[in-house]
């Protein structure tokens, strides 16, 4: 049973630049969801999507956008890369939208540095 | 006001004590609350779920106080596994809303 799973696991972008991460979402899980971790501090969230569509956003600037593919899997993209988006970026699946009790199974992240 | 805020660490304990680890969370709507724990530069891996009632798993107890917005983890008797970032998660409906995190420490 395949668990969630993100690559790349490693990336050096510089400013300005533009960065595409990819998640595939634990099998029979259709829900993704993004977040940032700085060093430090615990994760915050990015968006939501369920059903190919952005459901939910946290506090992130456009320059966060998403895209959710058939097959459930998902990419982040950041455009005009800054310094402080470096970060560590979690992917976590789930099962359905909205309110639940059902807990978010996290992949291992893609540890974005920014030159 | 930080949505969910924890005790700041780091807690250096020795193997075999009882460590707690508390955290508040400001939306009253908040509808589930969970603790994950997250070893340095690795994923967060769920914990256990907390409830009302209180729950527990082996030596781990979490317990939810939802009139005082307040949720505790209580670990008995350390283990040098233990040591790890403890993160308090509450869902408010949207997402998982994470707390900063509590470090622990077990030493020998």
Redesign the interface.
Known sequence: DAGVTQSPTHLIKTRGQQVTLRCSPKSGHDTVSWYQQALGQGPQFIFQYYEEEERQRGNFPDRFSGHQFPNYSSELNVNALLLGDSALYLCASSLGQGPSNQPQHFGDGTRLSIL | RKE?EQDPGPFNVPEGATVAFNCTYSNSAS??F?WYRQDC??????LM?VYSSGNEDGRFTAQLNRASQYISLLIRDSKLSDSATY?CVV?D?????????TRLQVQP
């Open positions: 969910v509808q589930s969970f530069r690795k994923e967060p891996k769920l779920s993160l869902n409906g949207r997402a998982l809303t994470f707390g900063s995190g």
